[in-house]
């Protein structure tokens, strides 16, 4: 597996970590995910437990085939 460099970690730390035989164990403490990887499991938090950011792009007005303005949302 190739190791990815996490820029971001939750500031809580949504995680806890325990052993399995002789190897630390993280768990997730908002779901029953864990992983021998702390890395993965930060990756698990971000994707599943935290909104994507939203997109600072602007807005298209978007029209039907007539030329009428459609309503967004």
Not at 1 to 8: C, F, G, P
Not at 36 to 63: C, G, N, Q, T
Request: net charge positive; proline share 8%.
């Amino acid at each position: 597996m190739a190791k990815k460099k996490i820029e971001k970690q939750p500031e809580n730390k949504d995680y806890t970590i325990g052993k399995w035989k002789d190897l630390p164990r993280y768990q997730c403490k908002l779901c029953p995910f864990d992983s021998l990887h702390e890395e993965v499991i930060i990756e698990h938090i971000w994707k599943a437990h935290y909104a994507p950011p939203e997109s600072d792009a602007p807005k298209k007005e978007l029209f039907d085939r007539f030329g009428n303005k459609l309503k967004n949302g």
